[in-house]
């Protein structure tokens, strides 16, 4: 596509639940990154993909988060038994390759949990 | 560990006039520096970068300064217009990290009519 696109934009959710938030990158870009955002914050790093493989997976939260890419194309993150201090806007970015490349950002999945 | 940050959280500035959005970095050996911009509702989109072995970068309307001895860059931009208004962000790659950048907490700038 055209750009970075992820879904849903928003998603509200009740603490425990699971949720799964969607990534498609650029055609052709190997890269692909997880960030998240609170309101008014800065972005905060959660993991990185080169193809399929993670190598840095520094950022994840807790062990409720993971994330995995199929295809080097699409990615998923997914956050078990939601809290509330995970509500925030998660962003997703790709770029050629990584490192030292200019990452291109979707618009967010914003997440409330009640 | 490493840091990146912005001198001012907020900016305001006259339609206009020149806007100056200033970053510092805690890593002597960062060798590649970004500029994003977020509006709204949106994802954060590339401005302009530049490496070290330049200590400056012009692009249409923005200019980017690097001094290396300081560990500071700066975003400048020229003839600030309404739809300049957004948040800036500076990052730079974390040191021997692969593909992690990391992100100063932003400068909301906003543009008088």
């Known amino acids: 596509g055209a750009g970075v696109s992820q879904s849903p934009s928003n998603k509200v959710t009740e603490k425990g639940k699971d949720v799964e938030l969607r990534c498609d990158p650029i055609?052709?870009?190997?890269?692909l990154y997880w960030y998240r955002q609170s309101l008014g914050q800065g972005l905060e790093f959660l993991i990185y993909?080169?193809?399929?493989?993670?190598?840095?997976k520094s950022g994840l939260p807790s062990d409720r988060f993971s994330a995995e890419r199929t295809g080097g194309s699409v990615s998923t993150l997914t956050i078990q038994r939601t809290q509330q201090e995970d509500s925030a806007v998660y962003l997703c970015?790709?770029?050629?390759?990584?490192?030292?490349?200019?990452?291109?950002f979707g618009s967010g999945t914003q997440l409330s949990v009640l | 560990g490493e840091s990146v940050g912005l001198h001012l959280p907020t900016l305001s500035v006259q339609e206009g006039d020149n806007s100056i959005i200033n970053c510092a970095y805690s890593n002597s050996a960062s060798d590649y520096f970004i500029w994003y911009k977020q509006e709204s509702g949106k994802g954060p989109q590339f401005i302009i970068d530049?490496?070290?072995?330049?200590d400056k970068r012009q692009g249409q309307r923005v200019t980017v300064l690097l001094n290396k001895t300081v560990k500071h860059l700066s975003l400048q931009i020229a003839a600030t217009q309404p739809g300049d208004s957004a948040v800036y962000f500076c990052a730079v790659p974390a040191y021997n990290q692969g593909g992690k950048l990391i992100f100063g907490q932003g400068t909301e700038l906003s543009v008088k009519p």
């Open positions: 055609s052709g870009h190997t890269a």
């Open positions: 970015a790709s770029s050629l390759r990584a490192p030292n490349e200019k990452l291109f």
């Open positions: 530049i490496r070290s072995n330049m």
């Open positions: 993909f080169q193809g399929n493989s993670a190598p840095d």
